[in-house]
């Protein structure tokens, strides 16, 4: 779901997630269900919205508002998921949100890394893992994507797993192909799905096989060669010869920025400078691409403002799929 002038976050709720209940409160404090405590859980929704403006989250206030935060509406919006289920939750009713919901929550609300905990507490789910697309994205990330309403920009994992994006980044790259599993890696699927690759003329794919490598192996090296990306490489190595040739080389480097030029079916081909902005751990990163100054891609960008995602097709085979 986008939002006006907002964000996209991934994976989309709605989407059964399963998770594994662990009640933590021993004394009943509300309505409970499956370990989950609805009315705390209600309770502690309420008192984030009431904390959020709409400004913080790229949203205009507008005349007649009557609430200090976010509307429920909003926050059902800017979490990608229903208003009637959201006010539910409020509420203290319904049933139990999946991790994925509570992770689009958590990033709507702009909790940190406590809040976020506590807030699956109270839903009996266990504490998120730090990894793939159910990673908490850091709340100062988010400030600079809402802010970034003028260009295409999206938040990315080390291992090239999108977190969220701006309506433009759907627009011009369009949506991941894949929420979960090895797949939400745009480095696995580049190796291992041919579809994906058609985001980028054909004539610079070995350019973009390279750097992909060199920047994960300063992933891998950066995570301490943990068991999920050193999986990642196994798999890779173990399917792609050309990754395994890649990989081999020993080459190393982190892709800070590039020139790309992307694919795209009503616009042809957009030539678009790409920037990362990292946090402090190298985990996340800020990616937005702007356009040449005289550039045709500066008209094309202004373009790509004016009709969003509303008048394009997904094509998969012609190439608006990242």
Known sequence: MIHQGGRVPHGYP?????????????????????????????????TRRARITPAEVGLVSGPRRRVPGLRREEVAQLAGTSVDY??????????????????ALARALRLDG???????????????????????????????????????????????????????????????????????????????????RLIYPE???????RVMVHDLRAAVARRGHDARSMDMVARLRRTSREFAELWDSGDVA????????????????VDVHCQNLFSEDGRQRLQFFTAPAGSPAVEQLRLLAVIGVQNLERDLTGGWRR
């Open 14 to 46: 709605g989407v059964p997630h399963p998770g594994v209940g662990g009640p933590w409160l021993r004394r009943s404090l509300g309505p409970h269900t499956g370990g989950v405590n609805l009315s705390e859980l209600g309770a502690f929704l309420r």
């Open 114 to 196: 406590d809040e976020r905990d506590h807030l699956f507490r109270l839903a009996g789910r266990t504490e998120p893992v730090t990894q793939g697309t159910a990673v908490h994205v850091q709340p100062a990330m988010l400030a600079l994507l809402d802010r970034l309403d003028s260009t295409p920009a999206q938040i990315i994992t080390d291992l090239h797993e999108t977190l969220a994006q701006n309506r433009l980044a759907v627009a011009l790259l369009g949506p991941p192909a894949h929420a979960s599993g090895p797949g939400a890696s745009y480095v696995y699927r580049w190796f291992t799905d041919p579809s994906s």
């Open 254 to 269: 982190v892709r800070r920025g590039d020139r790309k030029r992307i694919n795209h079916p009503s616009l042809g081909v």
């Open 203 to 209: 004539d610079e794919h070995p350019h973009h096989a």
């Open 86 to 103: 959201y006010i539910e939750l409020e509420r203290g009713r319904g049933a139990q949100p999946s991790e994925q919901i509570l992770a």
